[in-house]
């Protein structure tokens, strides 16, 4: 059964840092890895799609890597704002999407 | 349509009665999940279709919950004889392939029973 780990839980930082969220998984024959973003009582937002072959993938502030080997996947947000205080999750998929329990990030301004 | 369609938006059920919740998926997607989020909680799995082949059911938490699938398109996820327990956000997603294209989630149905 593929396990899905988060860390840390909650991170809070003043604007303008740089965010780094850290996801691991312990079955490495996935399809794909994807990060979503849920804010409170809103559905899940996609970030970035990481197909198995690949080992990067950026959209704007966002950078994902992935280490499938390890099974681990990092996500960056760089500059980070307000705007970005949000709950991370990041879902492999080995023909189902399984979760970690999220990362709630605060922004301080 | 334009993304994946969850309604209702709000539902609230006294406990025993059957509830019916509904998903329309992206058009042409073939793959349609159900994942349910209590509060606090992570997204835990209930169901996934894919095109014509029997739904993994693998994740539903009892026989009281049931999905079917119409036209390999809408999607109705049915609870009978709610329970408190059952109170959560219920999220539906869609996506192309399994193998390589990104998943849509709706917004969500929030169950409570009461």
């Known amino acids: 059964k593929q396990e899905v780990t988060q860390i840390p839980a909650a991170l809070s930082v003043p604007e303008g840092e740089n965010l780094v969220l850290n996801c691991s998984f312990t079955?490495?024959?996935?399809?794909?890895l994807q990060w979503f973003r849920q804010d409170p009582g809103k559905g899940l937002t996609s970030l970035l799609l990481?197909?198995?072959?690949?080992r990067e993938q950026t959209s704007g502030r966002l950078n994902a890597s992935l280490d499938k080997s390890s099974g681990r996947s990092t996500l960056y947000i760089a500059a980070s704002q307000p705007g970005d205080s949000a709950t991370y999750l990041c879902?492999?998929?080995?023909?189902?999407?399984?979760f970690g329990a999220g990362t709630t990030v605060t922004v301080r301004a | 349509g334009a993304g994946v369609s969850q309604s209702p938006s709000n539902k609230v059920t006294e406990k025993g009665k059957d509830v019916e919740l509904r998903c329309d998926p992206i058009?042409?997607?073939?793959?349609l999940y159900w994942y349910r989020q209590s509060l606090g909680q992570g997204l835990e799995f209930l169901i996934y279709?894919?095109?014509?082949?029997?739904?993994?059911k693998s994740g539903l938490p009892s026989d009281r919950f049931s999905a079917e699938r119409t036209g390999g398109s809408v999607s109705t996820l049915t609870i009978q004889r709610t329970q408190q327990e059952d109170s959560a956000v219920y999220l539906c997603?869609?996506?192309?392939?399994?193998?390589?294209?990104?998943?849509?989630f709706g917004q969500g149905t929030r169950l409570t029973v009461v």
């Open positions: 997603a869609s996506s192309g392939q399994v193998t390589n294209t990104e998943a849509f």
């Open positions: 079955d490495s024959a996935i399809y794909n």
């Open positions: 990481i197909q198995s072959s690949q």
């Open positions: 879902a492999v998929n080995d023909y189902k999407l399984s």
């Open positions: 058009s042409g997607h073939t793959a």
């Open positions: 279709f894919q095109g014509n082949s029997a739904p993994d």
